[in-house]
């Protein structure tokens, strides 16, 4: 008889406070047989380990899985079919595993890239994904500001192209929240300004880690790139009282 696959848990750990890890992905985390987890090709180090270690039980192999940080498609794509095998391998030997992940494993995740590969090679075996609490839903609860309000609109955005996005549908919502803004920061914050959002901006830098940091006045970003955990929740000018 052949063997029945084991399920694969895509699990948001949350944004980076050790507290903010829900508690039905620690009771997923304590029953599945492998571990797996992205990584820099440079480096091993993943965060997202690091907040759920205290719920991993002893001896679960943790598994670093290696991306490079390129651009190139091809260079991308074969790294996600290695990757996508190995995890098939320990499903086709009947095993539970869990793909952890920062803030939630459906926004802006490298579990959804996994995932589609995984089914693609084994179509069998059954997904389910575990949300986190986002980086920018932590953000906002950080420093004590409602995202939407009333029939107010929210827009998420990824900071990779700097402010274009922002130039280009700003004017679609009152309330926009910028993720991966790090390397792009100076541009965000010249858009923001151009469109007058800048006085109800904010910067929040590694939120809930030990380094945290928050940025009143987003024109500090105008000269500088902030670090890599960098996030900035905008707000239109009129767009609350």
């Not at 030990?210 to 009129?238: C, H, K, M, Q």
Request: hydrophobic share 40%; net charge negative; charged share 25%.
């Amino acid at each position: 008889m052949a063997q029945t696959p084991g399920t694969l848990h895509g699990i948001g750990v949350g944004p980076g406070d050790p507290e903010l890890i829900t508690l039905r992905a620690v009771r997923v985390l304590s029953r599945v047989q492998v571990i797996f987890t992205a990584s820099s090709t440079k480096n091993q180090h993943s965060l997202a380990v690091d907040i759920a270690r205290p719920h991993v039980p002893e001896g679960t192999p943790v598994v670093r899985l290696a991306f490079p940080m390129s651009k190139d498609r091809e260079v991308m794509a074969r790294a996600w079919e290695e990757n996508a095998l190995q995890v098939a391998d320990v499903l086709l030997q009947g095993k539970d595993a869990a793909f952890l992940t920062l803030g939630d494993c459906m926004t802006y995740s490298t579990f959804g890239y996994l995932s589609r590969n995984v089914r693609r090679i084994c179509p069998e075996a059954p997904q389910v994904a575990v949300p986190g609490i986002t980086s920018y839903q932590a953000a906002a609860a950080r420093v004590n500001r409602p995202l939407v309000e009333g029939e107010e609109s929210l827009l998420v955005l990824s900071g990779v192209e700097g402010g274009d996005r922002f130039r280009e549908l700003g004017h679609l919502a009152e309330n926009v929240v910028f993720m991966k803004a790090y390397k792009n920061a100076p541009d965000i914050a010249h858009a923001l300004e151009e469109r007058g959002w800048a006085e109800h901006s904010v910067g929040v830098v590694a939120c809930g880690m030990p380094e945290e940091r928050i940025v009143e006045d987003v024109r500090e970003f105008a000269d500088s790139s902030p670090g890599y955990w960098t996030l900035i929740l905008a707000r239109r000018e009129n767009g609350r009282g």
